[in-house]
């Protein structure tokens, strides 16, 4: 059983006579990609405020990799990077100046620290261009960079594709999923941007109105959803014995209109389509269909938001 990189039990916070976070229990694995999603409001940034350490819980405990005493839990947040608002830079200073100031102010050893932070946030080529002259993207990078410094396990991440432009957003994924991967980094990132959660993180957690109202990985919720490909055909009984003895698909659905459901390997499609082809049956059109994150969330709270 994978360990909790952070755990929440009974987590409450009060604002006077607000509530911001109601109760709530919350388990990160180590090396999930955990996706934090909730309305404005929901407490997604209060419980990373907490986390970080910039806000004080009215009560419950939470957890950093198994130690939950204060003192304890504060020691860990040295093992934790952390953007939780807009990352601030010294604008006529460069990539390398800005993390220089940060490695000084942290008391991070050693100097190597920074040219891999660079490196791993494709920063290392800026030169000597001036944080002040950076766009959206590369000043999210250099926050990210900020966030590294020490090498964390552990990346907490707080709308960090806020603003960013199309191309900004697949950059700042294709670098998560590299640091996920190749050094096993666990991530906790809360965003607006669903679509783009769904094709990053490796489970959800759902919270409104400071409940937490699930937690679910991303295997149970395309089975939640019920995603799958409909695929119309010419020859439903051909393609059924093509999808069970060419394509060894055991999860499928043959409806009465010549559609068949496949419920597994739904990122094949155009592998599927050529099997069936060769094997001659005419396909006609093939679709992913099912609730997306955003109409799985919507249906979760039971009503419209801005998720």
């Known amino acids: 059983m994978r360990e909790t ?13 607000t509530v911001a976070l109601d109760c709530v229990d919350m388990a990160v694995k180590k090396s999930d990609i955990y996706g934090f999603i909730g309305e404005n409001g929901a407490g997604k940034t209060t419980l990373i405020r907490i986390l970080s350490g910039l806000a ?15 003192r304890e839990v504060a020691r860990q947040r040295q093992r934790v990077g952390f953007i939780v608002e807009t990352p601030a830079a010294y604008p006529y200073m460069t990539a390398a100046e800005n993390l220089e100031v940060q490695r000084l102010q942290r008391g991070i050893p ?5 040219e891999r932070s660079l490196k791993a946030t494709g ?14 993207g590369m000043k999210q990078r250099l926050g990210l960079a ?5 090498e964390p396990e552990f990346l907490v991440l707080d709308e960090p594709v806020n603003g960013l432009d199309p191309t900004g957003i697949v950059e700042f994924r294709e670098i ?15 965003s607006h941007l669903l679509s783009e959660l769904y094709m990053l993180a490796t489970c959800f957690g759902f919270i409104h109105k400071g409940k937490l109202l699930e937690q679910i990985s991303v295997a149970e919720l395309d089975e939640r959803c019920k ?9 439903p009984g051909k393609a059924v014995f093509l999808l069970e003895n060419k394509l060894l698909i055991k999860r499928f659905e043959a409806m009465p209109n010549k559609t068949i459901k496949v419920y597994e390997r739904l990122g094949e499609s155009a592998l ?17 269909k099912g609730d997306d994150l955003e109409a799985y969330y919507m249906r979760l709270i039971g009503g419209n938001s801005n998720a």
């Open 56 to 70: 004080m819980k009215t009560s419950g405990e939470i957890s950093l990799n198994g130690e939950s005493a204060e």
């Open 5 to 17: 990189v952070f755990g929440a039990y009974g987590l409450t916070k009060r604002y006077r006579k």
């Open 227 to 235: 995603k799958h490909l409909a695929i119309k055909v010419d020859d």
């Open 176 to 190: 998560l999923k590299k640091l996920n991967k190749e050094r096993g980094v666990t991530i906790l990132i809360s």
């Open 146 to 150: 900020m966030a590294l410094l020490s």
């Open 123 to 136: 920063l290392s080529d800026v030169g000597k261009k001036k944080a002040r002259d950076f766009s959206l």
């Open 272 to 288: 599927i389509s050529r099997e069936l082809i060769l094997g001659g049956v005419m396909v006609e059109d093939m679709t992913t």
């Open 110 to 114: 050693g100097k190597s620290c920074i």
